[in-house]
């Protein structure tokens, strides 16, 4: 792996070969630096929560087998970040030939086009510049709608007809995407939403590793990876992708939605971040963690969701956020910190789930798509409630409202009103407090509406709703 600094870098071809550079291809370059991590022990894929034993072995092989890629999954199942963190098995930096008129990043040591193997026969070693390029800067990623020919593969260019260039020379071409990340790498993301011409046109490059425009192939060997996305309902629909282009990716890498709700909920934290400091600083219980992800689970069993298009990890993260949001509005309002989230937050979860889920319309038999919200998170409540009942014994503090106590809760009041209003059955609500041993009214305030919610959800007490607040009774 190159790491020298950009002080002891070549700057000409022949500082470059005294220093004993070696050319190597992009793809034998990841394979030697992933070998190098593996043998260290380093992290593979940091930020990548739960593929350590299905995908990450996969792309692993990939690698060392020196294949394109392709990524095959619904949306939302971290195949962009996957691609764009394989650039770390890529030399920190790699030198090019540097002249204004090269549109390729030359190999000093291997040029593929005739201007850069001219440079270096007109030149001596001592003149010929040498510049580095990051790997950050080799990937570059496209998506497939509205992508034409001539943005990833290339043109031929009139301007140079008119002055005398043949056709069929590779003066004549104005390079698209692919060319011009040559020594890099390349993603085209939903590969089944591609023009057939584009198609044909990535399935020579595959193959031949070469560029035809308007049926003038330009034989220079481009050296670069290719890596693919597509959803599977649309990639194994027939006529989609063209069978040749099939069969010359090397292989095909099956993603797939957490396994477990906590490696969701770690997903969730480590996209979040630290928006949760601040003025305002937030607290959130574990309880509401494992509700909003819990929700997105349900969405994805939902049999009134279109469950070929997916339920994206985005989902879980946008109703995190609008949860926060509200509970932060909230502490603004009347002073309260930290600001605690409670499941009266998620009556605002509308403004940022319609429009991400994917109606079922043979099984919603009519249903808005706000109801189908709302079926998924009242079952996500029952599901997390019912994990809850079994550890803390809650549904005993159904039997309090056979006495007819009624208790108010709302999105925007204030939490030392829930304390006040429970002064009259203190002992059954110690067990609500269990659920997060806090003495903080706000999370106190939290626990009380999420068993509320929950002995609801079990059909042990009844729900009033107007006007933002909601009444539970008997």
């Keep these: 792996m190159n790491t020298a600094t950009i002080e002891t870098r070549p700057t000409t071809l022949r500082k470059l070969i005294d220093s004993g550079w070696e050319s190597k291809s992009v793809k034998h370059e990841m394979r030697d630096n992933f070998m190098r991590t593996l043998a260290f022990g380093e992290e593979l894929f940091p930020g990548i929560v739960g593929y350590d034993d299905t995908v990450i072995p996969e792309i692993n092989l990939a690698i060392l087998a020196c294949h394109d890629m392709l990524f095959l999954g619904e949306k939302g199942q971290a195949k962009s970040r996957i691609m764009r963190l394989l650039t770390r098995f890529l030399d920190e930096w790699v030198p090019y030939i540097d002249h204004p008129d090269l549109t390729v990043h030359e190999d000093p040591l291997a040029p593929v086009t005739s201007l850069g193997r001219r440079l270096v026969a007109e030149h001596e070693p001592e003149d010929l510049k040498i510049a580095w390029w990051h790997r950050d800067e080799r990937y570059a990623e496209r998506l497939s709608p509205g992508t034409k020919f001539a943005d990833i593969i ?12 043949s056709m069929s020379a590779e003066e004549a071409l104005s390079f698209g995407l692919i060319p011009r990340m040559h020594r890099g790498i390349f993603a085209m993301n939903e590969l089944p939403e591609l023009d057939d011409l584009v198609q044909v046109g990535l399935f020579n490059i595959l193959e031949e590793r070469d560029v035809q425009i308007r049926g003038y192939p330009i034989r220079f060997d481009l050296d670069i990876v290719i890596l693919f996305s597509a959803n599977p309902s649309t990639y194994n629909r027939s006529g989609k992708v063209i069978p040749q282009l099939k069969d010359r990716i090397g292989t095909i890498i099956q993603t797939h939605y957490p396994s477990e709700r906590d490696q969701g909920i770690e997903i969730l934290r480590q996209e979040v971040g630290d928006d949760l400091g601040g003025g305002y600083p937030v607290e959130v219980p574990y309880f509401m963690y494992q509700l909003i992800e819990e929700i997105t ?10 469950q070929a298009s997916g339920v994206s990890a985005r989902f879980s993260l946008a109703n995190f956020r609008t949860m926060v949001a509200s509970a932060r509005q909230r502490a603004i309002l009347h002073g309260e910190k930290p600001a605690v989230p409670r499941v009266s937050d998620l009556g605002h979860l509308y403004a940022s789930s319609l429009g991400k889920l994917e109606l079922d319309l043979m099984g919603t038999h009519q249903m808005s798509e706000r109801q189908v919200l709302d079926a998924v998170v009242a079952k996500a409540i029952e599901v997390v409630f019912d994990e809850y009942v079994q550890e803390h014994g809650l549904a005993e503090i159904a039997e309090i409202f056979r006495s007819g106590v009624r208790v108010e809760v709302g999105d925007l009041l204030p939490s030392r009103e829930y304390a006040e209003r429970l002064k009259s059955v203190p002992p059954a609500w110690k067990l609500a407090f ?22 609801y959800s079990a059909d042990r007490i009844s729900r009033a709703q107007r006007h933002g607040k909601i009444e539970y009774e008997i």
């Design 297 to 306: 689970n349900q969405a994805r069993r939902s049999k009134f969701i279109d």
């Design 154 to 165: 290339g043109e031929i260019d009139p301007a140079k007809l008119t002055g005398g260039v």
């Design 434 to 455: 269990q659920v997060n041993a806090a003495e903080s009214d706000a999370v106190r305030a939290s626990c009380v509406e999420f068993v509320l919610a929950g002995l």
